[in-house]
């Protein structure tokens, strides 16, 4: 629901190989300019390494949806219910962090719960 709407490129690929005969066997490939590129063609698209793009209409469309709050306030409030999970007061957190930075009008209406989120993940000891 609370998508990310900023990337970073990492268009340093020391490994990426093609497999031309089955494309549908690769993760992913990249095509510029209508040209499949490969390893030896890779270095194209080197200029976006490093630079950060935004999903300008998908964040117009999620900010616009406030209603989205009352949804992960409900999904919130039913994880951390298992403060013994660390698991599931991480995704609460990582859902409050993104409430945080997407909506600001509702930040103050997110802190008591971060801070407590924040606090109980902070009692988990790491294992020995």
């Known amino acids: 629901?609370?998508?990310?709407?900023?990337?970073?490129?990492?268009?340093?690929?020391?490994?990426?190989?093609l497999k031309k005969g089955e494309l549908s066997s690769n993760y992913f490939f990249l095509i510029n300019n209508e040209e499949l590129l490969d390893e030896y063609s890779k270095e194209q698209i080197s200029f976006l390494h490093d630079?950060?793009?935004?999903?300008?209409?998908?964040?117009?469309?999620?900010?616009?949806?406030?209603?989205?709050?009352?949804?992960?306030?409900?999904?919130?409030?039913?994880?951390?219910?298992?403060?013994s999970m660390f698991n599931l007061l991480y995704v609460c957190y990582l859902i409050m962090k993104r409430i945080y930075f997407t909506f600001p009008l509702f930040?103050?209406?997110?802190?008591?719960?971060?801070?407590?989120?924040?606090?109980?993940?902070?009692?988990?000891?790491?294992?020995?």
């Open 51 to 83: 630079i950060v793009f935004e999903l300008t209409t998908q964040k117009e469309l999620l900010v616009n949806c406030e209603n989205i709050i009352n949804i992960c306030n409900l999904i919130i409030n039913t994880l951390t219910m298992y403060e």
């Open 107 to 128: 930040r103050r209406s997110i802190e008591d719960s971060m801070a407590a989120v924040l606090a109980d993940i902070c009692q988990f000891k790491e294992p020995v």
């Open 1 to 17: 629901m609370l998508f990310a709407t900023k990337f970073k490129i990492n268009a340093h690929m020391p490994d990426y190989k």
